[in-house]
């Protein structure tokens, strides 16, 4: 019998895992993309106003292999992000294979699901990805930079990538964007993508939107998330999903079957990495 990857119980008091430091990743920012979204990057201050990217730096191959050996000789897990990564397949899958064969290491990725054909072919090397489902399809295209059908096909594309990590056991972060005008409705319809993803490996996240220059989306108000949260984790009460609620301390809520968890009102102590603790809430 198959025993849950993530922790089925609501008490993340009982849960070992929850006070372990959390993994930590060595990030791999590639500085191209496949697709425009207006407000790529944390605050958007990573482009000018030509589009073209700030402070990215030109790296040697080689130079990449060997910040992938330091990362593995420190215990740090190599996470391939952007940009998006799906620009460098042939590099990524090379790196990937080299610390699969040499240190038995996985990598992880960071990507906006419109590779399926790539990661079908990493998939057997990851032990994570986090693919971005951004909008309901006809908001896809907005959402990304890129026109309505183009938006639609990239949503199509990131269910069939999810489906690939998910049937080969990879942990998986859908990633979903919340802006002021996004819908309970919307929510649920994305719920229903999400829902087909194995519950043992899957985790949703949602993302709250902050104010970018140049961008005229409204704000998410953060209580009104946590009442859709409710609603949508009740309906679907199988998965296990949540939101950031600030960046410090780890910072995440989480839901499961309609509960709220809050980890970070537990106690003081300090977490190390990300912040996303559900790579650890593991059964016993």
Not at 70 to 95: C, M, N, Q, W, Y
């Amino acid at each position: 019998e198959l025993r849950p990857l993530f922790h089925r119980g609501v008490d993340l008091r009982a849960v070992p895992e929850v006070r372990a430091a959390l993994p930590v990743t060595r990030i791999f920012s590639f500085g191209k993309c496949n697709v425009s979204c207006p407000y790529c990057k944390r605050d958007c201050q990573f482009r000018d106003d030509a589009g073209n990217i700030i402070v990215a730096t030109k790296v040697a191959l080689r130079d990449l292999f060997g910040l992938a050996e330091g990362a593995h000789a420190r215990g740090e897990t190599v996470r391939f992000s952007g940009g998006d990564p799906v620009v460098f397949p042939k590099e990524t899958l090379a790196i990937a294979a080299y610390m699969r064969r040499r240190h038995g290491a996985k990598v992880s990725i960071a990507h906006n699901g419109s590779g399926p054909a790539w990661v079908r072919k990493l998939a057997s090397d990851l032990s994570s990805a986090a693919i971005d489902l951004k909008a309901v399809p006809e908001k896809m295209g907005a959402v990304m930079g890129v026109g309505r059908e183009l938006g639609e096909r990239i949503y199509r594309l990131s269910e069939e990538t999810q489906k690939i990590l998910s049937q080969d056991g990879v942990v998986l972060d859908v990633r979903t964007p919340i802006f002021g005008d996004t819908t309970l409705d919307e929510m649920r319809r994305l719920a229903e993508t999400v829902a087909r993803n194995n519950p043992r490996t899957t985790f949703w996240t949602w993302r709250l939107y902050k104010a970018v220059h140049g961008c005229d989306w409204e704000v998410p108000q953060k209580e009104r998330v946590f009442e859709m949260l409710d609603r949508v984790s009740k309906e679907f009460p199988s998965h296990w999903m949540g939101v950031r609620a600030k960046w410090e301390r780890g910072g995440m809520m989480y839901w499961y079957a309609g509960t709220r968890i809050a980890p970070m009102e537990m106690d003081d102590h300090e977490e190390r990495g990300s912040g996303n603790l559900q790579t650890v809430l593991r059964a016993a």
